[in-house]
């Protein structure tokens, strides 16, 4: 699917002045492509991402995919038209279990292939299909138990934001196989928001955000470089969390 993000604008509407969050941003996401979108903080791109899901909506500009304007539609017809998300925090959901959290995903019941996506994220389906979406599981779990759910679905743009947000070093890890193998294994277009060295890397293209605009968009070979040389001032607010981390 070709994704346009025609002249987008995005302010609060309980904001009392005219505070812009996005600023006139445009790009094209291609197929079966992996972009990441990094920067500093508070630069837009979290909005950014629920903009194109449909959980918030422009304040001006059009959001394009096929050839067809999207932007008035809803999260759940952008869903059905294949989008998906991952949010930073996952939502647990008490008295439903990770096999019919997919069971409803994928709109089939649970068994056989299809709770083996829990394979594909590094879960066994017997361990899991069984228990509960609640707080007995981990961050790294619920993290990757909602990469099943979009997996279930067949999705063909995936938007994930700051996936490794709650999650320990050794979770993070198994995270970036599971994007590598998606990458690599599936005809889908992934968007990334992330400030990680190691997902970085995983990119065709990396975009940067700051102040609600974007700086720059460019091939990994090309940007991934100027960020690790320092020589667009990102490299601090991007990277610094990698390299406290690690």
């Not at 590094?122 to 609640?134: F, H, I, S, T």
Request: aromatic residues 6%; hydrophobic residues 35%.
């Amino acid at each position: 699917m070709l994704l346009e993000l025609k002249n987008i604008w995005y302010s609060p509407e309980e904001t009392t002045e005219s505070v812009a969050i996005l600023k006139d941003v445009s790009c094209t996401l291609e197929d079966d492509r992996f972009y990441v979108i990094t920067g500093p903080n508070g630069g837009g791109k979290s909005t950014l991402a629920k903009i194109i899901m449909g959980i918030y909506k422009p304040t001006s500009g059009k959001i394009i995919l096929n050839g067809d304007d999207i932007t008035n539609l809803s999260i759940s017809e952008r869903a059905k038209l294949g989008i998906g998300y991952a949010f930073q925090q996952p939502p647990r959901f008490k008295g439903i279990t990770v096999g019919e959290l997919l069971s409803l995903a994928r709109s089939k019941k649970c068994v056989g292939s299809g709770c083996n996506y829990l394979f594909d994220v590094g879960l066994c389906p017997k361990d899991y299909a069984n228990r509960e979406v609640n707080s007995s599981l981990s961050g790294g779990e619920l993290k990757r138990i909602e990469i099943a759910t979009l997996l279930s679905r067949n999705c063909k743009i995936t938007v994930f934001d700051e996936p490794e947000a709650g999650i320990d070093m050794w979770s993070f890890s198994k995270l970036t196989d599971i994007f590598e193998k998606i990458h690599k294994g599936r005809d889908v277009t992934t968007v990334v928001i992330s400030h990680q060295e190691r997902i970085l890397k995983l990119a065709d293209e990396i975009i940067l955000m700051q102040e609600g605009v974007i700086k720059e968009k460019g091939e990994k070979i090309v940007l991934l470089g100027k960020i690790m040389k320092g020589k667009n001032n990102f490299k601090k607010d991007c990277l610094g969390r990698v390299e406290k981390n690690e």
